[in-house]
Every structure is written in structure tokens, then in C-alpha cells.
């Protein structure tokens, strides 16, 4: 079973940092493209960032210059550097994967996601 559970979510004040891991783990053959998204009360889950396989990352405009998202593909995890917080910031942030696994001969890519970490960002 997969499983991505990310940490370092917290409490900070504007212009702080804070840095968010996920760690996927269980029988997994491939990691595709992995991202963090956002959702904030009463608004749609958006997507903050995200990373191919390769390396490359793309990111929401309201964060552009400011975060900064990485992964370690031999120990299955991604980050997200978050620098210059700011109130509209504060959201769940949850970790969200494409992983390939085989069950017996048939290979199957799925979309996981974590149970989400809270970031607050006081005024």
C-alpha cells in the first residue's frame, strides 16, 4: 500500500520560513511527477508546485520567487521551501504523487495524495 505523509507545517509570522517534506512509501516501482497543493477555508484546492521526474518544476504565480520545491528520488521525497511567507499563505498543504506499481504482471500509475499539513501565517 502507498502511502505519502508529509510534515513541517507550523505556526509562523509573515516573512518567516517554513519547510514542508513528504515521504511516499510502500510498493512502489516509479515516481512521476510529484506537487504540493494548497487549500485554503472556503476555497478550491490549487496547486502551489510542482516537479517532473527530471527536475523540472513549474509554480503558481503567487509564489513565484518565493518558494522553491525540490525532491530526493532515491529516498521518495519532495519538498517545498517556503520563504517570505505571507498571511494568504495559511492553508492545509497537502504532498500529491503519480506512482507506478506492479500488482503480479500488471503495472498500474495512480494519483496519491497526503493527509495534509496546516501552514499559518500570522499578521
Known amino acids: 500500500q502507498v502511502q505519502l505523509v508529509e510534515s513541517g507545517g507550523g505556526l509562523v509570522q509573515a516573512g518567516g520560513s517554513l519547510r514542508l517534506s513528504c515521504a511516499a512509501s510502500?510498493?512502489?516501482?516509479?515516481?512521476?511527477?510529484m506537487g504540493w497543493y494548497r487549500q485554503a477555508p472556503g476555497k478550491q484546492r490549487e496547486l502551489v508546485a510542482g516537479?517532473?521526474?527530471?527536475?523540472?518544476?513549474n509554480y503558481a504565480d503567487s509564489v513565484k520567487g518565493r518558494f522553491t520545491i525540490s525532491r530526493d528520488n532515491a529516498k521518495k521525497m519532495v519538498y517545498l521551501q517556503m520563504n517570505s511567507l505571507k498571511p494568504e499563505d495559511t492553508a492545509v498543504y497537502y504532498c500529491?504523487?503519480?506512482?507506478?506499481?506492479?500488482?503480479?504482471?500488471?503495472?498500474?500509475?495512480?494519483?496519491?495524495w497526503g493527509q495534509g499539513t496546516q501552514v499559518t501565517v500570522s499578521s
Open positions: 500529491n504523487a503519480e506512482i507506478g506499481t506492479y500488482s503480479g504482471s500488471y503495472y498500474t500509475v495512480e494519483n496519491y
Open positions: 510502500g510498493s512502489i516501482f516509479s515516481i512521476n511527477a
Open positions: 516537479i517532473t521526474s527530471g527536475g523540472r518544476t
